[in-house]
């Protein structure tokens, strides 16, 4: 069971590249969300998905664009990178249901640097 | 919205106790949940409290008072392995993100 897949691993742009994260998880979870994790600032949500065809914004979601085309995969989208985004990038899944206990499962993370 | 208060740095010794506070400000609430980070690595939840009291996995608990917007997490027998960052989290009501505080790095020594 690979659980939440994220690629790449590392990433180095220059300003006003694009890019796309990508995160799979294959556990059948409804809900799937980006963060990103800059020094000091913990973990802060960029966007969600509560289902496949359905995303929302978290808290900081500009210069990112995400879809949710199949349940399984939710890619994150750089439109023109800038030396601010550059972060680690954690993708996370769970199940969406009312019991849920809180148990979000990540990736490994991906580890961008804009130039 | 939301808002967590942890402290940023803990310092403790091996085999000895520590105690990780976490306050929190919420519209509603729908549980406080601890996650551990080692360097380089990802978040992995510890434990999750939905009620009032103490829930125990091991040498970890955690607690929660839903009056006073505080839950700690407790550690016990305290292992150089600990050496890393503790994160409290909260949502607001079911089905929302959760929303993490800055995290608590926590250091073990000899």
């Known amino acids: 069971n690979a659980g939440v897949t994220q690629t790449p691993k590392f990433q180095v742009l220059k300003t006003g590249q694009s890019m796309t994260l990508q995160c799979a998880q294959d556990?059948?979870?409804?809900?799937m969300s980006w963060y990103r994790q800059d020094p000091g600032m913990g973990l802060r949500l960029i966007h969600y998905?509560?289902?496949?065809?359905?995303?929302d914004q978290g808290e900081v979601p500009n210069g990112y664009n995400v879809s949710r085309s199949t349940t399984e995969d939710f890619p994150l989208r750089l439109l023109s990178a800038a030396p601010s985004q550059t972060s680690v990038y954690f993708c996370a899944s769970s199940y969406k249901r009312r019991s849920n206990t809180g148990e979000l499962f990540f990736g490994e993370g991906s580890r961008l640097t804009v130039l | 919205g939301q808002s967590l208060e942890q402290p940023s740095e803990v310092t403790a010794v091996e085999g000895a106790i520590v105690q990780i506070n976490c306050t929190y400000q919420t519209s509603g609430f729908y549980g406080l949940s601890w996650y551990q980070q080692h360097d380089g690595g990802a978040p992995t939840f510890l434990s999750y409290n939905g009620l009032d009291g103490l829930e125990e996995t091991g040498r970890f608990s955690s607690f929660l008072s839903r009056s006073d917007s505080y839950g700690y997490l407790l550690l016990q027998e305290l292992q150089m392995k600990d050496s890393a960052s503790y994160f409290c989290a909260v949502r607001d009501k079911g089905n929302t993100p959760l929303v993490f505080g800055k995290g608590t790095r926590l250091s073990v020594i000899a």
């Open positions: 556990m059948n979870h409804e809900y």
């Open positions: 998905s509560v289902g496949a065809g359905i995303t």
